[in-house]
């Protein structure tokens, strides 16, 4: 690879990063209007939910079709629009704040009070009010979303029973009578809700199939960009998760066009949970009848002003929301007669050891998959170390990535070792290939011959790599979303779950993936270290005899391009690949200052070669 073609790669390398801009004024995302199988019942294990119900043993029934049944609207009609003021009641302990709405009769809001919100990017913009999930304005959690067909206007009486249950009850004019009651749980993240169809009348009534708000994946503050938005669902055997609800860049930077809805399919099985969660928090919804036809909108919420935009350009300029719903079959119910829903709800962070105590598959909402089986038992050695060992989460980083090292050291010295045979072997490869560069069969074959009778096995350099890649991103992963470290400091981050940004250069907002329009760019100390020690390790690895020298420079400056992708990442995931790094360059230090094993005797292959 001559100059000419270096520079062309620079270019458009260049014009990639100009893309995404580029592409935004020219197709802007189109804005969407706001927001639009019965099994077995289940306990949570390990918690002690009440049975809550509203009415004695056996009072809950359905019966088949009757000559006097008297049908209620159909199941499709739209969410009930209660018109009186909004009246709330509040259950709390010293964890949760959950609000209980007289408009739907459902749960506005939970409040965390154990987790602060952040009112910017860093935890500098701590502020004194709690983690707010199931942001106002949206369908309260457990509230109908075909409501009027079953509740009318959706107007409920409020009452505060006592400091740990609320009821919400309304009568309709066709004599059906609706009670909801929630109470807390012994889990400080748990409320346990059951809403009661009564039918006071003397015919029986059809109720259609319900439709219940499964809560609302809402940004964390208004810099979220909300890329770890997620609503999953449970079948019992597999976890389905959608992702891309805002737009992302995808293929050279360019933005991706964001999901706008979400529909389960029938042979999808039933729904034993759904949840809505963002990058720390979730909260989950569990019938105790399994339910169907799981559904996700994406729902735009009220954008800042411009007043607010000139005050903190950093926020998000379009916030967005996805409201989640599932049904559940109706029934006939005689006179007398009574239709319970139960359901559990969790709302709080997500941590997993807490969750996998709930239900052994809530821990899902973790988004480990695959690698979870290398996630897990590194969280836990991080808590360990934190809890017992008394370590900062930032040094807990670095002695587990230490450990990871030392637990590899054997298999990424064959490969260094690899590597340096390899660039030994360069001038002789050098010499086959000026042969038989006219004839790639031969250079192949004659390659391969020289390979085997030299002793060298380009697999040596490869393979022990490859069986630490899982490792690698189940590290990554968990340090993701691990919520023990949202707020945690090291050295000079103020919150390892963010970038470290120490101040802004003002006028440098245009600078792509970098810079933040309005405001100017961050000044991000982590990753400079992280692509400072990735060059190093470059410029110290044996280069491949293979490349010419030209791709040998990309090569060793590619860390550079790394830069503009992992700019923004958290401090603790730059902190984990600089000590990484670190460790990697100690290593090879140790392993290519070792004397060389005595060459072997010249191949017939090379000897051949040289005639």
């Known amino acids: 690879m001559d100059r000419k073609a270096i520079a062309i790669l620079v270019v458009a390398f260049g014009l990639a990063l100009g893309l995404q801009p580029v592409a935004k004024m020219l197709f802007p995302t189109k804005p969407v209007p706001p927001g639009a199988t019965n099994g077995a019942p289940r306990v949570l294990n390990g918690t002690n939910i009440p049975a809550a119900s509203l009415s004695a043993p056996g009072s809950q029934a359905t019966v088949p079709s009757l000559n006097n049944v008297q049908p209620l609207a159909p199941a499709t009609t739209a969410p009930a629009t209660p018109a009186g003021p909004e009246k709330t009641a509040v259950l709390a302990n010293k964890a949760s704040r959950w609000i209980i709405s007289s408009h739907g009769g459902g749960i506005r809001n939970v409040e965390l009070l154990e987790y602060q919100a952040f009112t910017g990017r860093i935890a500098k913009g701590r502020s004194n009010t709690p983690v707010l999930l199931n942001a106002p304005g949206l369908p309260p959690v457990l509230s109908l979303r075909n409501g009027a067909a079953i509740e009318g206007d959706g107007e409920y ?4 029973v006592d400091a740990s249950t609320v009821t919400a009850e309304k009568t309709l004019p ?11 749980t012994t889990n400080e993240h748990l409320l346990h809700a059951v ?42 055997s597999k976890t389905y998760q959608t992702l891309g609800w805002v737009p992302t860049p995808g293929l050279l930077c360019i933005p991706s066009n964001p999901k706008v809805d979400y529909k389960s399919r029938e042979d ?3 729904i034993v949970w759904a949840s809505v969660q963002n990058q720390f928090f979730t909260l989950v919804t569990i019938p105790d009848r399994t339910a169907k036809e799981f559904t996700a909108v994406r729902t735009l919420l009220a954008a800042p002003g411009a007043d607010s935009m000139r005050a903190d350009p950093g926020q998000n300029p379009q916030p967005v929301a996805v409201v989640s719903s599932f049904k559940q079959d109706g029934a006939n119910v005689a006179p007398g007669k009574s239709l319970d829903y139960g359901f559990t709800v969790y709302a709080g962070p997500k941590e997993y050891f807490g969750l996998s105590r709930l239900q052994p598959s809530l821990d899902l909402n973790m988004e480990y998959g695959i690698f979870g089986f290398f996630a897990k038992p590194l969280l836990l050695g991080m808590n360990f170390l934190h809890n017992s060992v008394k370590l900062p989460y930032g040094w807990c980083i670095v002695v587990i990535t230490l450990f990871i090292k030392i637990l590899f ?18 001038p002789q490869l050098q010499a086959i290939r000026d042969k038989y560069k006219d004839d790639p069969k031969r250079l192949n074959e004659k390659t391969l011959l020289f390979m085997r009778e030299s002793g060298y096995n380009p697999v040596a350099g490869c393979l022990p790599m490859i069986v630490q890649i899982p490792v690698f991103i189940g590290f990554f992963t968990m340090l993701r979303s691990a919520i023990e470290l949202r707020g945690a400091s090291f050295l000079w981050c103020p919150d390892l779950a963010a970038a470290d940004t120490l101040f802004v250069i003002p006028g440098l907002g245009f600078v792509p993936l970098l810079g933040v329009p309005g405001l100017g760019l961050p000044f991000n100390l982590m990753p400079l270290f992280y692509v400072g020690t990735a060059l190093w390790q470059t410029h110290l690895t044996p280069a491949s005899p293979q490349m010419d020298p030209a791709q040998q420079k990309i090569m060793r400056w590619m860390p550079l391009m790394f830069l503009a992708l992992f700019y923004n990442y958290s401090a603790g995931l730059t902190l984990y690949w600089t000590v990484q790094n670190l460790l990697s360059i100690l290593q090879t230090k140790l392993t290519t200052t070792k004397p060389s094993d005595p060459a072997p005797a010249t191949p017939t292959t090379l000897r051949q070669a040289r005639r």
Request: proline share 3%; hydrophobic share 40%; no cysteine.
């Open 409 to 426: 050291w054997p298999l990424t010295a064959v490969s260094t070792r690899s590597m340096k045979r390899m660039a030994e072997l360069g």
């Open 195 to 236: 809403v009661r169809l009564e039918n006071r009348t003397a015919n029986v009534l059809s109720l259609p199939a319900v439709e219940w708000s499964t809560g609302a994946a809402t940004l964390m503050n208004s810099h979220d960009k909300g890329d770890m938005l997620a609503v999953d669902w449970f079948n019992g």
């Open 174 to 184: 066709n004599g059906l009578h609706i009670v909801r009651e929630y109470r807390l």
């Open 268 to 270: 999808d099985g039933s």
């Open 157 to 160: 009486q409020i009452r505060q």
